[in-house]
């Protein structure tokens, strides 16, 4: 049996929290310890929902709660020792409670698995329930009375790649990157609501097997790189909003390293290929940050701070890469040229497909200067011989 849940108001007792601090939350309605528990995801959630409302001076009906500014960072430590201590315990509680022999009798039933539960691979879609929770708590959010509407068509048909984020984020914390172009790969429209060329049907896919250890694992399918600035920019808006639609951080702040992203890229129109390089590397940084603990703002400020990196990235000379077709057409233009220095000197030879004279045009005999060496041969010939007379009528005779 699991042990008994202490109180909400023990626990703020034993921290340490004064008569105003336990005043306003049971003001906000936190009066059980699993209620408090589940408040927030992390420490920011938790000053943003709680923490600073006291901080600014919370009111309801005529009843108002105001810390000293001496008393702020107490009161905020005490109410973060406090969460802290209630999603331990309740973490616990909410564990099933196992006996000994049950445990032994499912060790013996369980089939013995030498690389790892199944539990720890990603799954290919997301839990039942997070799409439609996630695309309601961003169209609840109103501007000027309006409710918003979550760009849908950005991540639809890309759910494997969104499971993949969201198990990282709430499951495993091994983070990895996201591919600059891997949700456009996958998704099933484009940025104009065009269907997706990229997308391969079923009985177009190949599916490549490598073999790890004693058994086929399904070899990773290669991600899709854009090729131009828009593309590049597309990549980046698709991943503002599946940052946003899981819940990496607050909004505001993703929408600004995404911006940021952007303009990086703008300054540089034409090192596209540095910039991928300089994005794969920021990206592994990241998700390595968010491994340890840091929260998405704090790993991407880290992140803006390092320009060094930027610029020691987009100072690489980087050739390109032949495209496809490229290398043999270029070998096939070096036999050819190498060939035609072998030709005969005179004209274009026998060439397969060259363009020979015929025989009437072979010779240029009714041009004028056919017609100038064949008299300057006549004079030439008969220079030294004595030109001939008439001897007149009396020769008739």
């Known amino acids: 049996m699991a042990d008994p849940v202490p109180s909400l108001s023990a626990l703020l007792k034993e921290a340490g929290a004064d008569s105003v601090v336990q005043d306003y ?44 500014d001496a008393d702020k960072p107490v009161a905020e430590a005490v109410l973060l020792t406090v969460w802290d201590e209630a999603n331990r315990i309740w973490a616990n509680h909410m564990k099933p409670a196992d006996t000994s022999a049950g445990k032994l009798s499912n060790a013996a039933s369980a089939p013995s698995n030498v690389h790892g539960a199944a539990d720890d691979k990603p799954p290919k879609q997301l839990p039942a329930g997070v799409w439609n929770s996630a ?26 790649v969104l499971a993949r984020a969201h198990f990282e984020h709430t499951k495993t914390k091994l983070y990895t990157p996201i591919g600059l172009g891997e949700l456009m790969q996958h998704r099933s429209f484009t940025a104009v609501g065009d269907p997706n060329p990229l ?16 058994k086929l694992v399904q070899e990773a399918e290669k991600v899709w790189a854009p090729k131009s ?17 899981l819940d990496f951080g607050p909004e505001l702040k993703i929408s600004e390293f995404c911006d940021w992203l952007c303009l990086r890229l703008r300054a540089k129109p034409n090192k596209l290929e540095q910039f991928r390089i300089w994005y794969e590397q920021l990206a592994w940084q990241l998700a390595m940050q968010l491994r340890v603990g840091k929260s998405f703002v704090e790993a991407t400020e880290h992140i803006r701070a390092d320009l060094e990196l930027y610029h020691e990235t987009m100072a690489k000379e980087i050739t390109p890469a032949f495209k496809r077709g490229a290398k043999r057409k270029a070998e096939a233009d070096d036999v050819e040229q ?48 004595t030109p001939w007379q008439w001897p007149g009528p009396e020769a008739d005779k």
């Not at 920011?44 to 901080?55: A, N």
């Not at 997308?199 to 004693?214: C, F, I, P, Q």
């Not at 593309?231 to 946003?244: F, G, K, L, M, P």
Request: aromatic share 8%.
């Open 199 to 214: 997308v391969r049907s079923k009985a177009d896919a190949k599916t490549t097997l490598t073999v790890e250890g004693d």
């Open 229 to 245: 600035v828009l593309s590049v920019i597309d990549a980046i808006r698709s991943i503002q909003w599946a940052w946003i639609l």
């Open 25 to 68: 939350v049971k003001a906000r309605g936190l009066t059980a310890l699993g209620t408090f528990a589940l408040l927030a995801k992390d420490h920011e959630g938790l000053r943003k929902v709680l923490i600073q409302p006291l901080m600014q001076g919370f009111k309801k009906g005529p009843t108002e709660f105001v810390l000293d």
């Open 338 to 385: 190498e060939h035609r220095q072998h030709l005969p000197a005179k004209g274009i030879g026998k060439a397969r497909g060259a363009w020979r004279p015929s025989a009437w045009n072979r010779w240029p005999r009714h041009s004028s200067s056919w017609d100038q060496q064949r008299s300057q041969s006549w004079n030439s010939s008969t220079k030294s011989a």
């Open 135 to 160: 695309i309601k708590r961003y169209n609840d959010v109103q501007i000027q009375g309006i409710n918003r509407s979550f760009p849908e068509r950005e991540l639809v048909g890309a759910e494997s």
